[in-house]
């Protein structure tokens, strides 16, 4: 949060708050009719796109820490957790509607911040911010992001569509958000073990001195920040699926960790799956950082989440194409129901997959 | 929150939960293609029709307490709210999406009743749930929830079309939601000053005798109640407009008052208004318990919420149509935008008119 420059809420007040922030922001798709200022948004889509519709709700201090992350990475985010849901339909963002409830302690300021950082990545990926509403909330912060995209008719990917034989197939690498949110947890509990400590000895530095003793030291984990902290949806795979005339005959953005997401494609097409450990993508970082940690590296790709991948399913025919594009490993295959889903590990022995996931409700 | 029959939400978790929710859910609607159970829903709608959305985030203890609101109540109204934006665009709601972060004190059964009021608002108003989500809390409940309708090309009614020598109309009548919200208020105070008096005199009831002796009398006010917990979008208004084949100029839901919701259409439209003090519709319940309170139940009908009428402007040459539909009252009419916004008092004196709605970020 802001300490300086700050200006309350309550001088703008909710309206006047709203327009502040969205004064600046001017629908650029053609499908917007109306954004930002009235009951609703309208909206108009040629009648033979389908329209795709998702709804985060993010709550401080469950999806999100304030003590590490700044409020314009956090919108950022925020935007491309719902970006990431369209492009896993196999569609294109194009509308979003922004709601949030806010704590006393928060100023016009850090929503401010919060709104570059949405700003940015939604002009990224062409979308319009068509509706934006705050209110107040008697304790932490919460998002609710409703992102509205299109798709032609008949092109929509769905989670049921995987067949036996079919190609397991998922972007970039797995694992290093999860191994980002480690780091940046370890560094919280060090900087708070330092501050007892200081105040253990009588010393009381400033605010500014604290947090200038406690800068860690992330060279050469710089990836693993940027995977937790700045997420990007994947709509280059989108197109480059789209070039090569691939169509996948299921997809989800890994959100939740690979094991999950690979367990809703089987369950809902009713099949089964073997993936290999050795083909799951990892990054360097990620290895070391787990290694560090001493945990096994396979488990964090697995069951560490908000990677934002894309996991998808392809015929086997498309085996050629798909192996020539940039960027997507080829971890396993669809089999019948009967098999289960399993790991099939370096040493060749194969164990039944199990979402771990991160589930919160379970705890 | 139900005290028997508790399951845990952690014997289910997240996605068992919302499966376990949504299982009886099939839509209805042709523009519905897919429902819940994917990263996104699915819908299409013909070229010919605009869509609007609309997104609203329910905060506990901000706008509602689970004191005296029963969670089916909850679910019903939180679902109003949002169909009642769509009418007040001069649309028809078609599809919803619910996302719900949940504290640790809620079980299976409170979201089950959650759920059926939701269930029986939408059904009332032919709306289809096509998206479910839940997360966890770390305190109080949050509800956010998108709604999506339609409306014919040019049908769209916003709120920035009054024009001078436009008529004012409101339906139904002001100021009873807001009268409920005081006589909840007021029982909860005599309940908890009872409990603590109980509590002092070293009388220690069970928690079922407590709630019994505190049962209070609502006898002839039970219209406020139903106002408060029970509010109706007004889709019979829309339908009776259009079979009267009477367009609305500018139109919006009174959700923050009359007098905030007045201001916005001018200040969109560009416009000043009159209302006469002694047009405004209030109910007999409402005047008694304003009494009661003694507060000016004018003041009441112009700045109490969650009225949820609809506030319109139409053409004077539509005055005989609107003079003959039910449940309509015209209170003024639209001015220049030099005279401002003003009410005439019923002894002929003149105010200007304040947004001193329900605005709690202004606290």
Known sequence: MQETNRTEISTLGEFGLIKHLTENIHPKNHTTIRGVGDDC???QYPGEKQILVTNDLLMEGIHFDLTYVPLKHLGYKAAMVNLSDIYAMNG???QMVVSL???KRFCVEDMEEFYAGLQIACDAHGVDIVGGDTTPSLTGLAISITCIGEAEKGHVVYRNGAKETDLICVSG???A???GLQLLEREKTVFNQQLRENQ???QHASREEELR???PDFSGKEYLLERQLKPEARRDIIEALDASQIRPTAMIDVSDGLSSELMHICSQSGVGCRIYEERIPLDYQTAVMAEELNMNVTTCALNGGEDYELLFTVPIG???KISQMKGISLIGHITKPELGCALITRDGNEFELKAQGWNPLKD
Chains 1, 2 share one sequence.
Do not use: I, S
Request: glycine share 12%; no cysteine.
């Open 41 to 43: 948004a309208v909206l």
């Open 92 to 94: 294109m963002p194009k």
């Open 101 to 103: 409830a806010l704590g």
């Open 173 to 175: 690498d797995l694992g």
């Open 177 to 179: 958000a999860y191994m």
């Open 200 to 202: 253990r000895n009588g």
């Open 213 to 215: 003793q406690a800068q």
């Open 318 to 320: 498309d085996h050629e």
